[in-house]
């Protein structure tokens, strides 16, 4: 989907397919370096990194593999709840892994603080994040981010993977989502 296909959607666009993209390129290249002769795992996070794992999947020059976990910390609002629910687990073995996780989106950043404890307590080797987009503002918990793609204002995004209420995921941009459209 195109912005042009929702644009009374959206108050602006933050970034196009092409800066997202490049931006992924980017990290890939710094992961590349980081993990030259490793073997990492992939961890994406459902349902929101869908887009972003693939294509940053995709872009890798060096071997890694993929699992997917779903963790939910959204009731049925815009903000987080701060209970972390596992609605699917991962597949893989984590110890004596080199575990990346990949993320669309950090807010308040409790989801991520409490899925890094997790992963750590499974005997990974290593766990780094690599989120796509970041909203300092709306930080409650200092997580540490070691692939960084955009720091964002702190709106409400959709798009390339990003959500309301299930819908705009497959927006090839990102773009802050009009307030008539959730008010």
């Given at each position: 989907m195109d912005t042009s296909d929702i644009e009374g959607d959206l108050s602006s666009i933050l970034y196009t397919e092409e800066?997202?993209?490049?931006?992924?390129?980017?990290v890939a290249r710094l992961v590349e370096r980081d993990y030259a002769g490793r073997d990492p795992l992939l961890v994406g996070v459902l349902k929101?990194?869908?887009?972003?794992?693939?294509?940053?999947?995709?872009?890798l020059r060096i071997?890694?593999?993929?699992?997917?976990?779903?963790?939910s910390s959204y009731g049925s609002g815009t903000k987080s709840s701060g209970v972390v629910r596992i609605l699917k687990d991962l597949d893989s073995d984590l110890h004596g892994r080199d575990v990346i996780i990949v993320e669309d989106i950090i807010d308040s950043g409790l989801t991520l603080s409490w899925l890094l404890g997790n992963l750590r307590g499974r005997g990974a080797a290593s766990v780094e994040i690599f989120a796509l987009l970041r909203k300092p503002e709306a930080a409650t918990v200092e997580v540490d981010v070691k692939y960084a793609g955009f720091e964002i204002p702190?709106?409400?995004?959709?798009?390339?993977?990003?959500?309301?209420?299930?819908?705009y995921r497959n927006l090839r941009a990102i773009g802050i989502l009009a307030p008539h459209v959730y008010s």
């Open positions: 800066q997202i993209h490049q931006k992924i390129a980017e929101g990194a869908v887009m972003v794992m693939a294509d940053f999947a995709r872009e071997p890694a593999t993929m699992d997917w976990m779903a963790v702190n709106e409400f995004v959709v798009g390339y993977g990003l959500d309301y209420d299930e819908r």
